[in-house]
């Protein structure tokens, strides 16, 4: 019994691996080759999980998180990225992925990238529960609306007239939009005009025919005479494919605007190894917008050599262990002694983790072994970080303070 029940088991990681954790659901697989274009390329909003398939908590979500993915779908994209594969491991580092899962939100709002011309999404970290409901109720409530209101004759026929491209009006007694027609609004906005009219007259009915609610009426051109009635099932499939039929130009605006590019491949490379930090140009580069566990060592101390190389190694060893999660750098804190005054750090050597885009770190105060510092970037996401007193401490380049060293033995001699 117990041989077939770890084969069975080996099977489930088997298959988790080789054909996808999420294989065959309504759960995107977002990697770091399509994120931009998927996520970036519409005006969507998406919830995108980063995971690793042998985390626990992974497995755990993951029912819940299919679910959700089938109850959302049409309305709100739902997405996926591997963290353990090589290939995603950048992404994930340039979203500052600590923990798994990490869930975020991308809005339905591009903005501008730090390439010219070129557009991007900001995302919110997802604090909710983790059932389907949570899940699904958050993301419904960020659903954009690019639906227009009509409350009388006169709106109507302003907005049926004003363009000569197709329009969509729906009748309803509903006293707030749907989702399905939010959704169907962000699909379309960029090419059909979506409105609705709630309540209207007698008289504004009669003369659309409409005897029933919900009804929706597309009209080709800017003839209030002529319209067609969707008489289908009220689902997004099917009314989809009803509204492509009067489309010119293309919903979504990765046909206007394209798409972030440096999100597919970020360009600074992963970091498997403790990076020395000696020089302010690359701090800035590492850590000043990034997120980085830092060590300060006395490196000046003749007795510490030793001791000093071992915990380098130590880092190097956890840089491996966390690479694509969390840079790992260290530097000579008896020059950096503005870090230890700035971040009230007890003595060398010091631990702490910067977030240097959101001016925040978070002091280690265990023992340095391996064991407890791994275990402290574990739980990273269960800690809570404090602002930085006086902003981000002024990096001091050793090279420069070391000429300064020996341009005053010189004088002294």
Excluded at 194 to 215: N, Y
Excluded at 238 to 252: A, I, P, R, V
Excluded at 264 to 287: G, M, Q, R, S, V
Aim: proline letters at 4%; charged letters at 25%.
């Amino acid at each position: 019994m117990k041989n077939i029940l770890s084969i069975f088991l080996l099977f489930t990681l088997f298959v988790s691996y080789s054909f996808g954790f999420y294989e065959n659901t309504n759960v995107v697989t977002l990697t770091t080759k399509n994120f931009a274009s998927q996520v970036f390329g519409s005006e969507h909003i998406w919830m995108v999980e980063f995971y690793a398939p042998w985390c626990g908590h992974c497995k755990s979500l993951k029912p819940e998180y299919e679910k959700a993915a089938k109850n959302l779908k049409g309305l709100v994209r739902v997405g996926a990225v591997n963290c353990d594969e090589q290939a995603n491991k950048e992404l994930c580092s340039n979203y500052q992925i600590q923990g798994f899962p990490t869930i975020k939100y991308f809005p339905s709002k591009l903005v501008p990238a730090k390439a010219k011309g070129t557009f991007h999404k900001v995302p919110e970290d997802y604090q909710k529960g983790r059932t389907a409901k949570d899940i699904i109720d958050f993301a419904l409530s960020k659903l954009p609306s690019f639906v227009t209101k009509v409350t009388d004759e006169k709106s109507v026929e302003k907005f049926i007239t004003s363009t000569t491209t197709a329009k969509a009006l729906l009748f309803t007694d509903k006293p707030k939009t749907s989702n399905l027609y939010k959704a169907l609004s962000v699909d379309f906005h960029n090419d059909i005009a979506l409105a609705e009219g709630k309540s209207l007259a007698e008289s504004i009915l009669e003369k659309f025919q409409v005897t029933s609610f919900p009804t929706l009426l597309v009209f080709p051109s800017d003839d209030q005479s002529q319209f067609t009635k969707y008489e289908g099932k009220l689902e997004h499939e099917s009314l989809f494919k009803f509204l492509s039929k009067y489309q010119t130009k293309g919903n979504d605006k990765q046909q206007q605007q394209e798409p972030a590019e440096q999100q597919k491949a970020p360009a600074e490379p992963t970091l498997d190894y403790a990076l020395e930090i000696k020089d302010k140009d690359t701090f800035d580069k590492h850590c000043g917008k990034g997120v980085c566990l830092v060590t300060l060592f006395d490196l000046q101390s003749e007795d510490d050599k030793e001791s000093n190389q071992q915990k380098i190694q130590l880092l190097n060893d956890l840089a491996k262990k966390n690479a694509g999660r969390i840079k790992i750098v260290w530097a000579d804190g008896s020059i950096q002694s503005n870090f230890v005054k700035q971040l009230d750090l007890a003595g060398l050597p010091s631990v702490f983790v910067l977030n240097g885009n959101k001016s925040k770190y978070i002091k280690y105060l265990g023992s340095f072994t391996e064991k407890n510092v791994q275990e402290f970037i574990s739980n990273l996401n269960k800690k809570t970080a404090v602002d930085l007193p006086k902003g981000l401490p002024e990096f001091i380049n050793s090279a420069t303070t070391t000429e300064s060293k020996k341009s005053n033995k010189k004088d002294e001699l």
